[in-house]
Nanobody, 119 residues
Framework: QVQLVESGGGLVQAGGSLRLSCAAS????????VGWFRQAPGKEREFVASISWTTLYADSVRGRFTISRDNGKNTVDLQMNSLKPEDTAVYYCAAREGILLPTSKADYWGQGTQVTVSS
């Protein structure tokens, strides 16, 4: 069992930055691929980024967002720069054994954190 807790969401103006953090705990949490998905109102949940032995990004965030991992602290951060109003969504941390692809079914989910970007 792996528990995921997100933090760092909030309100920011367009062009600004936010840093999300996902703290993972539980048995062998460090061997899981961890990623971020987001869901905007009225839209389906979509992949944002993930990290395992490689990093993957959605086209919509590549070059603006950076995912990183601190294995000592069991945390995965998402640094979000040059934010746009269309980045507004609830951001969820997810974990899966092996690799977390955009189409993967995650094994574990966090509770989500709201990110709102004003224009």
């Amino acid at each position: 069992q792996v528990q995921l807790v997100e933090s760092g969401g909030g309100l920011v103006q367009a062009g600004g930055s936010l840093r999300l953090s996902c703290a993972a705990s539980g048995r062998a949490a460090s061997r899981y691929a961890v990623g971020w998905f987001r869901q905007a109102p009225g839209k389906e949940r979509e992949f944002v980024a993930s990290i395992s032995w490689t990093t993957l990004y959605a086209d919509s965030v590549r070059g603006r967002f950076t995912i990183s991992r601190d294995n000592g602290k069991n945390t995965v951060d998402l640094q979000m720069n040059s934010l746009k109003p269309e980045d507004t969504a609830v951001y969820y941390c997810a974990a899966r054994e092996g690799i977390l692809l955009p189409t993967s079914k995650a094994d574990y989910w966090g509770q989500g954190t709201q990110v709102t970007v004003s224009s």
